[in-house]
């Protein structure tokens, strides 16, 4: 009894959980901003301009300051879509940030925010990427990012030229590895910097692709397109293989029913079980009286 009360209680508080959280996404989504901090260094926001701000040029403020005494800077740097501003870059100065968004002559606030920068990170790509191969094992490792490593997975993908989708290992930055590569295949290679969700930020960024390499048997190849040409070859090869084939079955055939023609032309042997039999008649079975 108390068991279930108790997961009854459990259930509701999740629920409140679910429906406070939904609610505050809500309220944020009101304005539908986007946040990206890239790497800690620059600040991105943008806002739902055509559908909210139609025709008007807001202006953005910001600050970084905590405490009483706020100096709110105006926007740097306006991203613009036809002539109106969507979005705004600037400096990423520390961990907390507050925003302002106001009416074209300051008059009126329309948007208001307080978050922390940190939430929003968007990792730079993985740097000096490293590949260690024994056998058919993979080992890619990454130079150390200097802040915030605990915050960070590499993120491995590879396929073969015969795969169409990419096999993703995840792991602690920064080493990510995997085995059963087949020697005979060449693979593409890419990596990425994950942040941890929802310890380190409150949105799923993941940093661009590094650029991706092509490994075959441990070695280092420029592409793959060896691999398919070598196997539009190997196509080639084998049709030519299955046509001469095919010929030599026609060919086997007719030669079949030339002899099967010859055959019919041509007198038959004598079965000699029948030649005996005359014998036998002849001379009533007596092989004795004839040799006498
Ligand atoms: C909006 O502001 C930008 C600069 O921030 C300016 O270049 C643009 O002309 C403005 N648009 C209008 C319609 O005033
Ligand atoms: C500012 O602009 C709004 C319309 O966007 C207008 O109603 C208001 O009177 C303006 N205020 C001043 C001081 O110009
Ligand atoms: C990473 O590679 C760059 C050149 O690509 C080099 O200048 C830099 O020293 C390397 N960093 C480390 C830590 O190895
Ligand atoms: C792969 O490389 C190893 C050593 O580098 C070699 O012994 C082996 O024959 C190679 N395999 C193929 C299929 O090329
Ligand atoms: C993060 O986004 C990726 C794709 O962009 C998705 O595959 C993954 O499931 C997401 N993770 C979370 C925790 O939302």
Not at 111 to 120: A, E, G, R, T
Not at 125 to 152: G, H, M, Q, Y
Not at 233 to 258: E, F
Request: charged share 25%.
């Amino acid at each position: 009894m108390r068991l279930i009360f108790q997961a009854c209680s459990m259930i509701i508080t999740l629920g409140n959980l679910v429906a406070s959280q939904a609610q505050s996404s809500g309220l944020e989504d009101a304005i539908k901003t986007k946040i990206i901090n890239f790497n800690n260094e620059k600040m991105q926001i943008t806002w739902a301009a055509r559908e909210l701000f139609r025709n008007e040029n807001v202006s953005f403020s910001y600050t970084f300051d905590e405490g009483k005494h706020k100096v709110w800077k105006p926007c740097p740097m306006y991203l613009l879509d036809q002539d109106y501003n969507f979005g705004c870059l600037f400096k990423t100065e520390g961990p907390t940030l507050a925003i302002s968004i106001r009416n074209s002559n300051g008059s009126e606030e329309l948007f208001s925010k307080k978050l922390k920068s940190d939430f929003y990170i968007k990792p730079n790509p993985p740097e000096n990427v490293t590949f260690f191969w024994k056998e058919d094992t993979v080992i890619v490792s990454c130079n150390k990012p200097e802040r915030a490593v605990k915050c960070l997975r590499l993120e491995l993908q590879y396929k073969s030229t015969f795969d169409k989708e990419w096999q993703s290992r995840t792991s602690r930055c920064c080493h990510v590895g995997d085995q059963g590569f087949d020697s005979r295949k060449c693979y593409s290679f890419r990596v990425r910097l994950k942040r941890l969700v929802p310890h380190c930020n409150v949105v799923n960024y993941s940093s661009d692709w590094e650029a991706e390499t092509f490994w075959k048997n441990g070695t280092l190849l420029d592409s793959c397109d060896d691999d398919r040409t070598s196997q539009s070859n190997t196509v080639i090869v084998l049709s030519c293989l299955l046509a001469v084939l095919l010929m030599m079955i026609i060919l086997l055939i007719l030669l079949c029913k030339r002899q099967r023609l010859q055959m019919s032309v041509m007198p038959a042997i004598p079965d000699p079980k029948y030649v005996f039999a005359d014998l036998l008649n002849d001379h009533n079975g007596n092989f004795q009286a004839q040799a006498l």
